[in-house]
């Protein structure tokens, strides 16, 4: 069957496969994992490779923090979906115009879903951003931003000037405190926010609220008094922490009902330490589009939002760095 034809809706629609018969929402492992490296397949060469990404998504959103702050922006162009994900997936500007959407420039797809069937005519997984693409052999390097950002990080010191060569965002010192971080972190605040959000019984969904609110209130402990989370400097730890965090007061406390606490108003610590890192450092402003979050999650999943209204608030979506709580 050609790629073209083959009905692969049960892929592209997220409205249509999210939970298991116990309610829980059970995300699925990437497929591509391969790296670009000296002497590998996948050359770490200027120009060659291509990012696809949603400003939306969080995961996609690490990889454009990372390129940022190792100055990529020459080495790695990108591309950015529109943020109403629909039932063919991500589409792209040229099917859905979006303030800060693109076109696909390299085969003007509509959909990310047409970048995986170039690949795979067969495949099965879900037609998810980031993808790291190579436009030499016309493949997906990989999709998943765990290790996108981990080969951003080293893959291209060589070809990059000393001072942005130097920046290690996952020191061999700090590694095991990083990795031991990295676990809870991912299960029970990354993922933990769309088990809450995707959980379709009282049971699956309280699984998973109570151990995201739990990890919220270790993380403002380890946070208090400090800007980084592992050792005095900003590492990917931070990175991967800080695109679920500020994404939480906008979307995530109602759509996805993680609504215990909000983070401006419950973790004061945490909420420093992502204005800090927000306000003080552009890697993380620039990457951050409120526009296309808010519209992503609340446009795109009709099964928790059948109407697709978009709420007004919080204002503003991000407090300033020096602000005065009124009691
Ligand atoms: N483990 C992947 C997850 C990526 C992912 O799930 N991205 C979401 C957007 S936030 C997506 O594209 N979902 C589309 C779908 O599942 O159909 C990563 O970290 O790169």
Request: net charge negative.
């Amino acid at each position: 069957m050609s790629s073209t034809t083959r009905d692969v809706s049960h892929l592209s629609d997220i409205s249509k496969s999210i939970s298991e018969p116990d309610g829980s929402f059970n995300r699925k492992p990437s497929v591509f994992r391969n790296f670009v490296e000296k002497g590998g397949a996948f050359a770490p060469e200027k120009g060659r490779y291509h990012l696809y990404v949603s400003y939306a998504c969080p995961w996609a959103t690490r990889t454009l923090i990372v390129r940022k702050i190792k100055g990529l922006e020459e080495f790695i162009d990108v591309s950015v979906v529109s943020p109403r994900m629909g039932a063919h997936g991500w589409p792209f500007a040229n099917v859905d115009a979006f303030p800060g959407a693109d076109a696909d420039p390299l085969f003007g797809a509509e959909h990310v879903k047409d970048l995986y069937m170039r690949v795979n005519p067969d495949y099965e997984g879900r037609f998810t951003v980031p993808i790291l693409w190579d436009k030499k052999t016309s493949a997906i390097v990989n999709n998943e931003s765990s290790e996108i950002i981990r080969m951003f990080n080293t893959a291209f010191n060589d070809q990059l000037p000393s001072d942005k060569a130097a920046i290690d965002l996952y020191p061999e010192a700090l590694r095991g405190e990083i990795d031991g971080i990295n676990e809870w972190v991912y299960d029970t605040v990354n993922n933990g926010v769309y088990k809450s959000g995707f959980a379709t019984s009282q049971k699956a969904y309280e699984a998973a609220v109570v151990p995201l609110f739990e990890s919220l209130d270790r993380l403002e402990k380890i946070l208090t008094g400090k800007d980084y989370l592992v050792g005095d400097q900003l590492t990917e730890a931070d990175i991967r922490l800080f695109v679920t965090i500020v994404r939480f007061d906008p979307v995530y406390v109602g759509h996805f009902k993680c609504n215990i606490r909000t983070i401006r108003d419950g973790y004061p610590a945490i909420d420093l330490w992502m204005r800090k890192l927000y306000w003080n450092n552009s890697a993380f402003s620039s990457t951050c589009n409120f526009e296309h979050i808010k519209t992503h999650y609340y446009w795109s999943h009709p099964q928790i939002n059948p109407h697709r209204v978009v709420p007004v608030g919080p204002i503003p979506n991000i407090l300033p760095l020096h602000h005065h709580h009124h009691h």
